[in-house]
């Protein structure tokens, strides 16, 4: 039986010979990437590599404007990395001033206040400015609390002529004796406008209308020396047997007690002595305090 020659050219004994070499011409075909069609059905084959450059190149345009993942590190809490802000205080306040000079002035220093105790400690106090600062006063303010009996008017009502030298002697080194004198002897004349006004403080706040004049200063240099309410507290004061009371004396003192709210209105503490609730806010606690002005429940410096 004679094989057909096209047979032979299929099935040869040493392999397919047509089969390897449509092998090879399938291995030098390039390999033809299949784009999806358009919408009408037709494609140009003179657009193809065009429309694959700008698939690849709005690829690359996508990524490059992905905009970075936020990192943020293991067991960090977001809020902790806000930045404060300084807090602006009154031109007085640098930041050399000490410690206790800038709790001074964040925490009392304009406060309204209405404790007769307290008041009568920030009367003598403001006078002892005529002989030092405010800083120096604070840093020793344990020491004018022992040698004054914590400031309690009746206590020092009470002080004879003999304990008087005793304490001038011992506090020659804060103030003169005329200034140790005056704290002393003006706790009786106190004690006699509590009796007629109800309270000292009835007496200090009449002469404001018993409301905070708050005097809107922008600049240090505005604030003055002394005022008219301060003038003619001073005078009422002296008419009824104070000594060492002067206007300038009386002015620091109604500063400092929140009669006037004399915080330049770019200091935080401008608004925050004007609240409503201020007077409610500003009671103060007084306690005891041991020989080293400190509350023996605490063991903390009385503080205001």
């Given amino acids: 039986m004679s094989s057909s020659p096209e047979l032979r050219k299929i099935l040869g004994p040493g392999g397919n010979r047509v089969r390897d070499l449509e092998k090879q011409k399938r291995k030098k075909e390039p390999i033809k990437t299949i784009l999806p069609l358009p919408r009408n059905g037709s494609v140009d084959s003179s657009s193809s590599d065009t429309s694959i450059k700008k698939i690849v190149n709005s690829k690359r ?12 590190p293991h067991r960090v809490d977001t809020l902790s990395l806000v930045v404060s802000v300084p807090v602006k205080r009154c031109d007085w306040i640098t930041p050399n001033s000490e410690p206790l000079y800038i709790s001074f002035h964040d925490e009392e220093w304009g406060n ?23 800083p120096a006063i604070l840093n020793r303010r344990h020491i004018f609390r022992k040698l004054f009996d914590n400031f309690d008017p009746a206590s020092l009502a009470n002080v004879n002529e003999k304990r008087l030298r005793s304490l001038t002697e011992s506090g020659n080194s804060l103030l003169s004796e005329p200034k140790i004198r005056a704290i002393v002897e003006n706790a009786k004349h106190f004690q006699k406008i509590q009796q007629e006004f109800g309270s000292f403080s009835n007496y200090c706040w009449r002469f404001v209308n018993h409301k905070p004049i708050k005097s809107g200063f922008r600049y240090a240099r505005q604030v003055p020396v002394k005022t008219p309410k301060s003038e003619l507290m001073s005078k009422d004061l002296l008419k009824r047997g104070f000594v060492c009371v002067g206007p300038t004396v009386m002015y620091s003192f109604m500063q400092v007690a929140g009669i006037f709210n004399d915080h330049l209105i770019t200091c935080f503490r401008y608004n925050e002595c004007n609240n409503n609730n201020v007077k409610e806010h500003s009671q103060t606690k007084l306690v005891k305090t041991d020989t080293q002005g400190r509350d023996p429940a605490e063991n903390n410096t009385y503080e205001s």
């Fill in 61 to 72: 345009r996508v990524e490059m404007t992905k905009k970075p993942a936020k990192v943020v």
């Fill in 112 to 134: 309204p206040v209405y404790d007769d105790t307290k008041l009568y400690e920030l009367l003598a106090l403001s006078q002892a400015l005529a002989e030092m600062t405010w």
